[in-house]
């Protein structure tokens, strides 16, 4: 992905599902007109799951996800199941590719609808079938009445039309949502705080700064930046006063202090518990840190995976925090990535990074999961807000 692509995490998910030899891959490289996915007649070749980011017309970008075979078998087949099935998560539209009558397909369907994403069946190979629109009607009658598209990837029949079909199934507001909402109007002046700390790229700035910028622009708002020893120094040259200043979490003790009364203050990760998450179970799962004890263990979720530093902001400052507020012997457990535990027993509270390189379903998956087992979960800059006292007065809508 180039510097002017729109993040992965962005792009609507979609996933291609079907049995071994259901013409996945190959559905894929027709769809995209790129050869990315490995096409053989050996069943199985789909090993791992493949990512492939396309702008696809009428929709702009997404990002398609090859799976492995749902009748996959013995230990790696069950593996590899195991992780279509993760991947499951984060899927905002499920591509069922079908080749006749269905078996490991139908209780795939049944679990999709479960999961509440949305499904397109398509029946693939149609180039070389007989009386294919019996073989649709008895799909769909399996299918509880859902429309069956008919496509060949070989011959590129009806592709057009399933790229069509692809951008009516994904729910129309999928591009409403933004990070800023409306706290950011056109004509706002906006001053960003961005401190430079070593979990910073060397010559970059971190993603959620770069999206934030982004859409500012897009909104037509007049954009201002500076680190957070910088502040005073850079209020003092405005002719007016910042609509809005958004701030990294770790500074809002300093930058509260300086802000002008009339100026609205919140942090990148606080838009970002809102635009990737649930701000709402966020805020009423901060409120959780109250209950803690020293016999109580908290689950830190960091999205990507890096190597810790001395400022590193969920596997220092916070826990350094709570300590100081609960006591020394509370208890961390820290995990990076897709890693998340089905059973969430253990803990007394998860606080989840910003999340800038998930997608939203991913990040209310693992909301939902918390609230099942009635483990409140919270999100950095949310917490760092409620530990410094501000958090009744800092924006976040």
Not at 137 to 160: M, R
Not at 183 to 202: E, F, N, R, S, T
Not at 252 to 272: D, G, Q, Y
């Amino acid at each position: 992905m180039g510097l002017q692509d729109t993040p992965r995490a962005n792009r609507p998910h979609i996933g291609l599902f079907g049995n071994r030899n259901a013409g996945k891959s190959s559905l894929l490289n027709a769809i995209t007109g790129q050869a990315k996915s490995l096409v053989s007649p050996v069943a199985g070749t789909t090993t791992d799951l493949v990512y492939q980011t396309f702008e696809l017309e009428r929709l702009g970008p997404v990002v398609f996800i090859d799976t492995a075979g749902l009748d996959d078998s013995g230990p790696l087949g069950t593996l590899r199941v195991e992780k279509t099935r993760q991947a499951v998560d984060t899927m905002d539209l499920a591509i069922l590719v079908l080749t006749g009558p269905m078996k490991e397909e139908l209780s795939w369907f049944q679990w999709l609808q479960e999961k509440k994403i949305p499904i397109l069946p398509v029946l693939n190979q149609c180039d070389r079938m007989e009386n294919v629109p019996a073989v649709q009607a008895y799909l769909s009658q399996q299918l509880g009445g859902l429309p069956v598209l008919p496509v060949s990837a070989k011959t590129g029949e009806q592709i057009p039309q399933l790229r069509q079909a692809i951008a009516q199934a994904l729910p129309d507001d999928f591009w409403e949502l933004t990070i800023t909402g409306s706290l950011a109007q056109p004509g706002d002046l906006i001053l960003l705080v961005m401190p430079q700390d070593l979990q910073a790229p060397k010559g970059r700035l971190i993603l959620p700064q770069v999206q934030t910028m982004r859409e500012l622009l897009d909104k037509r708002c007049s954009v201002m930046s500076c680190t957070a020893d910088c502040l005073e120094a850079t209020l003092e040259t405005l002719r007016v006063p910042p609509k809005l200043i958004i701030t990294d979490s770790q500074v809002f003790p300093s930058v509260w202090k300086a802000k002008p009364a009339e100026s609205l203050l919140t942090s990148f990760s606080i838009l970002f518990a809102g635009y990737k998450g649930d701000i709402q179970t966020f805020l009423h799962g901060a409120k959780a840190i109250a209950s803690l004890t020293e016999n109580s263990t908290v689950l830190i979720a960091e999205a990507c995976a890096h190597a810790p530093t001395t400022e590193d902001i969920g596997r220092e400052k916070i826990p350094r925090l709570l300590r100081q507020r609960v006591g020394q012997g509370l208890s961390f457990t820290f995990l990076r990535g897709n890693d998340f535990p089905q059973d969430l027993s253990p803990y007394d509270l998860i606080i989840h990074c910003g999340a800038c390189m998930f997608n939203r379903r991913h990040v209310i998956h693992r909301i939902a999961q918390a609230n099942a087992q009635g483990i409140p979960i919270s999100n950095y800059g949310v917490v760092l807000a409620y530990l410094t006292g501000i958090l009744d007065q800092v924006s976040h809508t």
